[in-house]
T-cell receptor, first 111, second 113 residues
Framework: DAGITQSPRYKITETGRQVTLMCHQT?????MFWYRQDLGHGLRLIYY???????DKGEVPDGYVVSRSKTENFPLTLESATRSQTSVYFC??????????FGPGTRLTVL | DQQVKQNSPSLSVQEGRISILNCDYT??????FLWYKKYPAEGPTFLIS?????DKNEDGRFTVFLNKSAKHLSLHIVPSQPGDSAVYFC????????????FGAGTQVVVTP
């Protein structure tokens, strides 16, 4: 199906483990984004990408790593998970100008 | 330092009445503003947007008003329906920002029968 998908939808991990959240879009949009949603903060930008192999930091990048070897995929890796990274993570994409389209989210719990 | 603020965390409105959601911003470089709607366990979905060259944009029951001098925008929903019960996020971006969005904290709207 066309659209933007995220996997897994739910993940429980332990402090110190590496976790990768996957994001896949079928529109061939150039721009992709990762946000985290926390109560009282709305959505905050972690990393973004303007095209394959072009990525840059957002507002809250510490503890996260991204890559974008293919236009359609934009994985987000937590290299050593911490409890403060417990959150809901949203991936989004945008063709050029205009609105961003969001995936369904991944709820991550770090114990 | 939040550059987009939604000062009302919640709003309760009767079905059929008007819902008015407010949003303030501090960055004068913002030139594009959006409203997103979010249901539980789903991603945000785009609702309506406005460019800084306009002061009003309408789409069906939804109207967004922009007051640049006050750095304020509002979303009007008329008439409100039970399906409008959701969290609404205001977002903003600048022309030099690659479309990166700054979001407000959100307003939970509950439409009662």
């Amino acid at each position: 199906d066309a659209g933007i998908t995220q996997s897994p939808r739910y993940k429980i991990t332990e402090t110190g483990r590496q976790v990768t959240l996957m994001c896949h879009q079928t529109w061939s949009h150039s721009y992709m984004f990762w946000y985290r949603q926390d109560l009282g903060h709305g959505l905050r930008l972690i990393y973004y990408s303007a095209a394959a192999d072009i990525t840059d930091k957002g507002e809250v990048p510490d503890g996260y790593v991204v890559s974008r070897s293919k236009t359609e995929n934009f994985p987000l890796t937590l290299e050593s998970a911490t409890r403060s990274q417990t959150s809901v993570y949203f991936c989004a994409s945008r063709r050029g100008e205009g609105e961003q389209f969001f995936g369904p989210g991944t709820r991550l719990t770090v114990l | 330092d939040q550059q987009v603020k939604q000062n009302s965390p919640s709003l309760s409105v009767q079905e059929g009445r008007i819902s008015i959601l407010n949003c303030d911003y501090t960055n004068s470089m913002f030139d594009y503003f959006l409203w997103y709607k979010k249901y539980p366990a789903e991603g945000p979905t785009f609702l309506i947007s406005i460019s800084s060259i306009k002061d009003k944009n309408e789409d069906g029951r939804f109207t967004v008003f922009l007051n640049k001098s006050a750095k304020h925008l509002s979303l009007h929903i008329v008439p409100s329906q039970p399906g409008d019960s959701a969290v609404y996020f205001c977002a903003a971006s600048g022309s030099d920002s690659w479309g990166k969005l700054q979001f407000g904290a959100g307003t939970q709207v509950v439409v009662t029968p």
